[in-house]
């Protein structure tokens, strides 16, 4: 069984950076690929980004590129996200997902999450 946890949250003014934390216990096997997902208030779950446990290949949503960093520290089964200039339509509930699914699905956008964190709130005020 493997547990996620987020944190790194907060309120944070436009053109502002936060810097999300997803920690993972359990096993964790090379295959897998972390992503996070946002989901803001009345509006559907989205993706946001992924990244490769394995080879640190990622896969970001247009609307965060150049913006949002994944990043992943193994021996802490650990993966970040660096988010910079930071409008008001990030604000939502983020969470980070992990999936078992070949990297091809998620970059497709079919892949199966496993499981879930239990979500970080990130508000940008203008």
């Known amino acids: 069984q493997v547990q996620l946890v987020e944190s790194g949250g907060g309120l944070v003014q436009v053109g502002g950076s936060l810097r999300l934390s997803c920690a993972a216990s359990?096993?964790?096997?090379?295959?897998?690929?972390m992503s996070w997902f946002h989901q803001a208030p009345g509006k559907e779950r989205e993706f946001v980004v992924a990244?490769?446990?394995?080879?640190?290949?990622?896969y970001y949503a247009d609307s965060v590129k150049g913006r949002f960093t994944i990043s992943r520290d193994n021996a802490k089964n650990t993966v970040y996200l660096q988010m910079n200039n930071l409008k008001p339509e990030d604000t939502a509930l983020y969470y980070c997902?992990?999936?078992?699914?070949?990297?091809?699905?998620?970059?497709?956008?079919?892949?199966?999450?496993?499981?879930w964190g239990q979500g970080t709130q990130v508000t940008v005020s203008s």
């Open positions: 997902a992990l999936t078992s699914s070949p990297w091809r699905s998620v970059v497709l956008g079919v892949g199966k999450y496993d499981y």
């Open positions: 359990g096993r964790i096997f090379s295959s897998y690929a």
């Open positions: 990244i490769s446990w394995s080879s640190g290949s990622t």
